[in-house]
């Protein structure tokens, strides 16, 4: 393992850390300097000191082994997670050591899960700083690094192909080093144009931002306790709705939509099967919320119903109603929702719409080779043939997935769940949307859960954010003596 | 201008003494903010605990004056009835122990349980003042007795007034002894923050160590080694390694030198087989 390529690269992701830590650090200097400026400082140039080390001693290289580019991710990741507790355990108030781990680890990945009662408690500048953790995780710490290292960089391309998953990476049609920088724009474009909207729709300008931040990510941190509730806004729930869909929309495809100015890149299978889905599933919620008794208006059924779904799908998890009292199908189906979640490429976590799509025409195959022994059989997603060697991975993931929820539940129920969110907590955790059903639900929060269910489902949060793969790759370089040395 | 900084940038590099400087600086930042975290914890922590204390103490204190207040205005009533003639009215300043409870309530904070205890106080005494205020009414009165009117009338208004103010004295107990076992907490937690910037000091000491080892000792020693084996058994100088810094010139000039040395020996040799 070379040492000083993964100290120089980690330095990297470090950096950018440090620089939104600097730029909270800003907006408290204009508050006046608010309780939060000194634990931002400190952590900036704490953080900023780490990063900028191995710049001092490691020059640029091109040399980059397959275990040295894993270990780069985790790192990255891992000690983003670290540095980024900081400024939440320095200002203290309700988090402890764990809960600001759990804080910082939830905005790193795009969870949005929080410990907070109260939100508006905390200083604006802390404010931004969560939010900043959903923008920096939301593009994915280790694609601001690719962002700086050269195009031409052999380095580049290996940890291009090892951060996007081989879903997301077919369908942007470009060289993989443009991969990067196609995710980056539409990214931030859509940050911008979000902000925009938002404030447009009557938003404060800081509040625009952070939600702005939040919605493009995926992740759901909001600057009030009550989420998008909050602004009692039609307008702004709509808008959120919109966005939250595009952010669970490959990438690849908005930037060709765009390019070509044609919705025609949009009508895939994948689009097809996830725009039907969400479509059903926000009309049987509605139907149910409105026949229930929940919501009074059908508008406003409607308007719930939606809003939650594209929320839990698109993993995003902001909420303008209190799912606790909701009867059992809606809360089921956003069980469901938030398994399989958006679509590769996009800033969602989850399954993917795209594997489950892939598991159910294999079904389908398997069902048709079964009545037809004879016949030769192929899974088609529109014009492409998938062969045994695409599908096998994909079917693989989601089983690792699935046996996840249930190994994660029992650690749960082992250490003791005295909420009883066992299952539910791990299946929002692994899939990164955040809230879950009853007290840790849309409006909820996991302060009352104990610190090893804190510390499991942070766990979770970050196999779900780097599909898995990655972490088990670099425990079993670390682990497994056999494979010392042949990557 | 871009190009020229650019330039600059691809062209700039750390000299030895800068690196080593410059890293050692940073580990000294790392550790000077170590301790000013520990301070400013520190600090905090004290003003927090002994502000918090005091509070406690100076309620606990302000419930006690009242209890004697109570008590011994109870008592003046007391010896009234046990005289059975009425020379002059027992003097209560009202005014001073209502102001006592509402500054009593003013620093309760956030304890709700003593908040509605100290209502309860202010309520229960009221009563008990109004209820005291029939004394001179019981003495004219030909036919109410003084000691019945005492023990069925004002004695269970005490016992209520007496029973609210040792419940939120027992409750400020309470919420000082939840402050201590908090204070044991809060001292864990504070020194988690220095603790953390230690430990990131401590990491880049190994990471100095590692780099020091790697970039300069590791060479030297290889130079070192390759050196004797060009003065011992006459092979080529030909290591190199990954740097920028003199040390790496340090490296160049030996091979430049030790090359330019074999070409004279070279040179020497075919002279003396040409003689």
């Known amino acids: 393992m070379n040492l000083k390529v993964i100290s120089r690269n980690v330095g990297i992701a470090l950096l950018v850390s440090a620089l939104f830590m600097f730029l909270s650090a800003l907006i408290s200097l204009r508050d006046g300097g608010d309780s939060a400026l000194a634990p931002l400082l400190i952590s900036f140039t704490i953080t900023f000191i780490v990063g900028i080390f191995p710049f001092i001693f490691v020059r640029k290289t091109s040399q980059i082994s397959l275990k040295d580019g894993y270990m780069i991710i985790f790192l990255s990741w891992l000690l983003s997670f670290i540095f980024g507790a900081m400024p939440y355990a320095l200002w203290g108030g309700p988090f402890t050591v764990v809960n600001a781990w759990f804080e910082s680890v939830s905005g790193f990945t795009t969870t949005g899960a929080t410990i907070l009662d109260a939100v508006e408690d905390l200083p604006r500048s802390l404010l931004f700083w969560r939010s900043a953790t959903h923008f920096i995780g939301g593009l994915g710490v280790v694609v601001f690094l690719l962002l700086i290292i050269p195009t031409s960089s052999p380095v580049r391309l290996r940890l291009t192909n090892m951060e996007l998953s081989s879903l997301s990476r077919d369908d942007y049609k470009s060289r993989a080093n443009r991969t990067v920088y196609i995710f980056a724009y539409v990214y931030i474009g859509l940050c911008v144009v979000a902000f925009f909207s938002y404030w447009a729709a009557g938003m404060s300008a800081f509040d625009a931002i952070n939600h702005a931040m939040s919605v493009c990510a995926a992740g759901g941190f909001s600057t009030k306790t009550l989420s998008i509730g909050a602004f009692q806004s039609t307008t702004i729930s709509l808008i959120t709705i919109v966005f939250m869909f595009l952010a669970s929309v490959h990438f690849g495809l908005i930037f060709v939509s765009l390019v070509s100015r044609s919705l025609r890149p949009l009508r895939n299978p994948v689009m097809r099967f996830y725009v039907t889905s969400l479509v059903v599933f926000s009309i049987i919620s509605s139907l149910s919320l409105k026949l229930q008794g929940v919501d009074a208006t059908w508008g406003r059924a409607f308007l719930d119903g939606t809003f939650h779904v594209v929320s839990y799908a698109s993993t995003t998890g902001f909420a303008i109603a209190d799912n606790a009292n909701w009867p059992m199908l809606p809360c089921f189906l956003l069980m469901l929702v938030s398994l399989v979640c958006g679509c590769a490429g996009s800033t969602t976590g989850g399954m993917k719409v795209d594997r489950v799509l892939v598991l159910f025409k294999a079904i389908h195959m398997q069902i048709q080779k079964t009545l037809y022994p004879s016949s030769v059989f192929e899974v088609r997603m529109g014009r492409r043939v998938l062969h045994d060697e695409e599908i096998y991975p994909q079917i693989l993931y989601l089983a690792l997935f699935v046996l996840l929820i249930g190994f994660s539940t029992i650690l749960c129920l082992l250490v003791g769940d005295p909420n009883g969110h066992a299952l539910t907590g791990s299946v929002s955790t692994l899939a990164n949307v955040g809230p879950s059903l009853g007290s840790i639900g849309s409006l909820g929060n996991y302060g009352a859960e104990p610190n090893t269910l804190k510390i499991i489902f942070s766990v979770n949060m970050f196999l779900g954010r780097v599909e898995i793969y990655p972490i088990f790759a670099v425990l079993s370089s670390i682990f497994n003596r056999k494979y010392q040395g042949r990557a | ?275």
């Not at chain 2, 502000?51 to 006690?64: D, E, K, P």
């Not at chain 2, 000691?147 to 027992?170: H, I």
């Open chain 2, 1 to 275: 201008m871009f190009v020229k900084v650019k330039n600059w940038f691809r062209e700039f590099r750390l000299s030895l003494r800068m690196k080593i400087t410059l890293s050692l600086s940073a580990i000294a930042v790392v550790l000077l903010m170590s301790s000013i975290i520990s301070v400013l914890e520190y600090r905090h922590m004290s003003n927090y605990v002994s502000g918090l204390i005091a509070s406690n103490v100076n309620n606990i204190h302000r419930t006690q004056e009242l209890v004697s207040a109570v008590d011994g205005y109870n008592l003046k009533m007391l010896a009234v009835i046990g005289d059975d003639t009425l020379t002059e009215v027992p003097g209560f300043d009202r005014n001073a122990f209502l102001d006592r409870c509402n500054a009593l309530k003013g620093t309760l904070g956030d304890n709700t349980k003593a908040q509605a205890l100290a209502d309860s106080v202010v309520y229960a005494y009221s009563a008990y003042m109004l209820a005291s205020t029939e004394l001179e009414d019981v003495f004219e009165s030909s036919f109410i007795n003084t000691r019945d009117w005492y023990f069925t009338r004002l004695q269970p208004l005490f016992t209520r007034t007496r029973v609210y103010l040792d419940e939120l004295s027992a409750s400020l107990y309470e919420e000082l002894e939840n402050n201590s076992k908090d204070f044991d907490s809060g001292f864990f937690r504070s020194i988690i923050p220095s603790s953390v910037a230690v430990s990131v000091g401590i990491i880049l000491v190994f990471l100095l160590m590692f780099y020091i080892q790697t970039y300069y000792v590791t060479p030297l020693y290889r130079m070192l080694r390759y050196l004797r084996d060009y003065l011992g058994y006459r092979h080529r100088y030909t290591y190199t390694f990954d740097g920028n810094d003199q040390l790496n010139d340090l490296n160049t000039s030996i091979t430049e030198l030790t090359e330019e040395n074999r070409s004279l020996r070279k040179r020497i040799a075919d002279l003396k087989d040409k003689q």
